[in-house]
Nanobody, 124 residues
Framework: QVQLVESGGGLVQPGGSLRLSCAAS????????IGWFRQAPGKKREGVSC????????HFADSGKDRFTISRDNAKNTVYLQMNNLKPEDTAVYYC?????????????????WGQGTQVTVSS
């Protein structure tokens, strides 16, 4: 059974940092592309960042490009999203997702498996 479990969200002040984790099980982790997505209240879900099977990284949006870092630890079946200098507009539910149909990062519709999400709130 495929499972993706996010953790590490919470309340942080503007300018603060969080590290999100996505623990995966039930599939051959090394062969999957893993992405982070987010959905703010009243807005569509959007891509944040993605890491493929060769550890190549794609940033889906410019807003987090210089502040967010995605990484993966295949030995732990875990992907991380380090978020620095957080802004109120980063407030959202953050989801990780996995796809095994393509070796490279692609659009959101290609991701088959999703976690339940973790809330990130940036507020003073």
């Amino acid at each position: 059974q495929v499972q993706l479990v996010e953790s590490g969200g919470g309340l942080v002040q503007p300018g603060g940092s969080l590290r999100l984790s996505c623990a995966a099980s039930g599939f051959t982790f090394d062969f999957y592309v893993i992405g982070w997505f987010r959905q703010a209240p009243g807005k569509k879900r959007e891509g944040v960042s993605c890491i493929d099977r060769s550890d190549s990284i794609t940033h889906f949006a410019d807003s987090g490009k210089d502040r967010f870092t995605i990484s993966r630890d295949n030995a732990k079946n875990t992907v991380y999203l380090q978020m620095n200098n957080l802004k109120p507009e980063d407030t959202a539910v953050y989801y990780c997702a996995a796809q095994g149909r393509d070796r490279f990062c692609g659009p959101m519709r290609e991701f088959d498996y999703w976690g339940q999400g973790t809330q990130v709130t940036v507020s003073s």
